[in-house]
DNA sequence: GTGAAAGCGCTAACAA
DNA sequence: TTGTTAGCGCTTTCAC
């Protein structure tokens, strides 16, 4: 099969249609101004060409781009959740996504530096690990949308998850379930783990319990890590609610291997990520809601592009997923 | 701090250095035609507006546009690797890389149309699995390469890693190790399937021994159900080659339950990803070169897209990791 | 070494 | 309803 030279261009289609270009442009964008006739007869050229506008020119030419960049993290699995939320949502909201990587060889800085070479309308971080002044600087020239991560900077948007509501949640499921031996691994500098943190210690006093927090970070590592640190030290402990689903994986790992899990030991999550779901882990867990994330980063965008009022977005509630890794205290 | 209304353009670099817009041109594509002196104040001029060249205008101008479309699934770990390679691979190549995401609610064709619409000179498909003719025919309007995965289409390169010399270096790694009672947790039709499952057969019986294939698949689940049914129905056997390494995962964790790894069982999983390594996993593994699979995706656009004299590509050496998930046969 | 001018494929304001 | 005409921001050819 011969390899077409070059697709075909609008030219071609008006041409062959027997009409203008700016009929072609007219037909489609479905903007209003041509016959229902001239309508079909162009999309029939088009289709018999297997014409498709050119995305560059498109936008070079008009004034709202309607391009929306987006970092993510490609080793984070949560981040792909959003990702594929962000799809849905640009899509019945009219934007187009321009997807930018960040990798361990390729940072942060360098992900966004190439999205703005698109001139994107506004920029979508996912989890950012930026410097707040950073933000602030980068978000003097476009509009700048955080998702995932507790920031404060100016002209910043924040899309997240209400921690302290989730991290409530998963030790009143704990403490509802009878254990009053309930200990938090600790999320480090990660994003969300000062909240969660602090609203387990909140909820433990409130509860009459000593809170027993144990340092670990954000990776299956970090919770295999702190159960073995923890079953040396803290022995009599029930019930555990890791800062996310990665590091209760590793800790279930490790903790497996001498105590029962739920009968002798309760663990829950956070997230909700795929891995949480799998049946051989099955875990109890904090599900983010990304559907309504992504509505709120898109409104956001939104409205930040264009002169419709803003409002600060406020943090999304998470629910609690009930598995098989959670049971009563026996 | 008031937002700019709009990104400097090269025309204001042009003013401001004083020279005309094709010298700034000249100057940011490093371009001979400007001298040292003229070059210096250009890029002065430039750096002080925060100027950067627009993207889509300058493909657009442009007769090749060095923009290379790639698809990959969120929930792919691996693939996460290779995009991240990739990134690499076409910085020093001198392309571009346009990323459009796949995921259970947009489907590739989705994600290659978007591509499409950007006009990229080549697509490089990861793990894609269009059938065999829509590959073929997409391959007749720009250059197919279709990574990790072994499919034969007209005018699509495949770009991937030797299975049968992966599978054979682990079922020899097995059999080095002692163990004769060896079985194979399948992968039923994912991309690599095939050769793994015929070259385990094979290095067995050249070494006298009876292959056993466990029908599974390729995610954790598939792993964790095939531990019991090999448990139930071989109770004997002393070792283990699964497809992956997400299925050794879910295999691992169920068999740890009534068996001692390595001692009374060793695993073997198979690409290497990043959670093959994890220090509480610590799996022995047939690791992809993802380096070398992204090079040659590169190498092949290139040659495909230029005149360049083009050669099929040759199948990527695997490599066996020992890690602690194999022992000898006690 | 430098600049003028045409053009990439589209959008958009306006005239017919 | 339709066609004309200017751009969008850059590259590129060709004179100077």
Redo the contacts between chains.
């Keep these: ?4 030279d070059r ?1 075909a261009t609008m030219e071609d289609v008006a041409s062959l249609a027997g009409v203008s270009r700016a009929l072609v442009s007219i037909v489609y964008r479905d903007a209003p101004g041509a016959s229902e006739a001239t309508r079909a007869r162009v999309l029939a050229a088009g289709t018999k060409l ?1 014409y ?6 498109r ?2 030419g008009r004034t709202r781009t309607r391009l929306l960049g987006v970092t993510f993290d ?2 984070q ?1 949560f ?3 959003l ?2 939320s962000l ?2 949502a640009a899509e019945s909201a009219g934007y ?1 996504l ?4 960040v ?4 940072d942060e800085p360098r992900a966004i ?2 999205l ?4 994107c309308e506004a920029l979508i971080l996912l989890g950012p690990m930026l410097a707040p002044s950073a933000l ?2 980068l978000a ?3 509009p700048v949308i955080v998702v995932a991560r507790k920031v404060s900077a ?2 910043v948007d924040v899309v997240r998850t209400d921690d302290t509501a989730g991290a409530r949640l998963a030790t009143e499921h704990l403490i509802g379930l009878g254990h009053t031996e309930i200990a938090h691994i600790d999320g480090a500098r990660s994003p969300g783990a000062t909240d969660r943190r602090a609203s387990y210690r909140t909820t433990m006093r409130r509860a009459g319990l000593t809170p027993l927090v144990i340092p670990a970070g954000p ?3 970090d919770g ?1 890590l702190a159960a073995k640190q923890l079953l040396d030290t803290h022995p009599t402990v029930t019930a555990v609610f890791t800062f996310n689903d990665r590091s209760a994986v ?1 800790f279930l ?2 903790v ?2 001498s105590r029962q899990v739920p009968t002798e030991l309760s663990v829950i999550g956070y997230d909700d990520t ?2 949480a779901a ?4 099955n875990l109890t867990t904090i599900a983010q809601n990304t559907p309504a994330l992504a509505d709120q980063a898109l409104q956001q965008a939104h409205s930040r592009t264009t002169t419709s009022d803003h409002t600060t977005p406020t943090p999304i509630a998470p629910r609690l997923v009930r598995r098989t890794t959670t049971g009563p205290r026996l």
Tied chains: 1, 2.
């Design positions: 099969m011969a390899r077409r697709p297997g498709r506008p050119d995305h560059r020119a936008l070079l490609v080793r699995p981040h792909g959740d990702v594929e799809y849905t187009e321009a997807l930018s990587a990798a361990p060889t390729r530096q190439s703005l070479d698109y001139r602030a600087s003097a020239d476009q100016a002209g990776t299956e590592n295999a590793g790992d490790t497996r291997q795929t891995i799998l049946s051989h882990i």
